[in-house]
């Protein structure tokens, strides 16, 4: 195919609203506590897949939000991390005993696994969403949604104000 052939068939793809969806977040999750547990960053993917162990199936997953490490950050940019112990993944999940739609969420960050943020640790836990039909054929529904949370744990003040768009399995 020549070169030509090429950028028309690029622009025709563009141009017609062909181009990939893929996962868009607007917001961010923030710590205010001690230095190290101090941060404010937008999530950088989201994964529908579970990150519980149990088998495929089992999980009752709803979307996992996802962050880089930032030692890799450090590598890649060559700055320094302001924020050592930022978020690497922040789990949704449903209650077990709550209401349906109720939401329980579990914060990781580099040095403390398994932060849970339920309705005792946080004066406001709200989870909207909507699944969605696959963006293509053979492609995995998505979720989209709202997420908004003001909690109390682990030594810091941690809030979320998150609209997301196409959260893949």
Not at 6 to 30: D, E
Not at 57 to 69: D, V
Not at 115 to 136: F, V
Request: glycine share 10%; with cysteine.
């Amino acid at each position: 195919m020549n070169t030509a052939r090429a950028a028309i068939l690029l622009l025709l793809f563009v141009a017609t609203g062909c181009r990939p969806k893929i996962f868009s977040v607007h917001g961010g999750l923030r710590s205010q506590g001690s230095f190290r547990n101090t941060w404010q960053w937008r999530p950088q993917g989201c994964s529908r897949d579970p990150f519980d162990g149990l088998p495929t199936g089992e999980s009752k997953s709803i979307a996992t939000f996802l962050w880089a490490h930032p030692g890799l950050r450090k590598q890649m940019i060559g700055e320094q991390s302001g924020a050592p112990d930022a978020p690497l993944r922040l789990e949704l999940l449903p209650t077990r005993d709550g209401q349906p739609g109720d939401v329980v969420a579990t914060l990781h960050t580099v040095q403390h696994g398994g932060i849970l943020l339920d309705k005792k640790a946080c004066a406001t836990l709200n989870l909207k969403r909507q699944e969605r039909p696959a963006d293509h054929a053979g492609g995995r529904p998505t979720l989209s949604g709202e997420l908004q949370l003001d909690c109390q744990a682990n030594d810091s003040h941690i809030t979320a104000d998150l609209k997301f768009e196409r959260c893949e399995y």
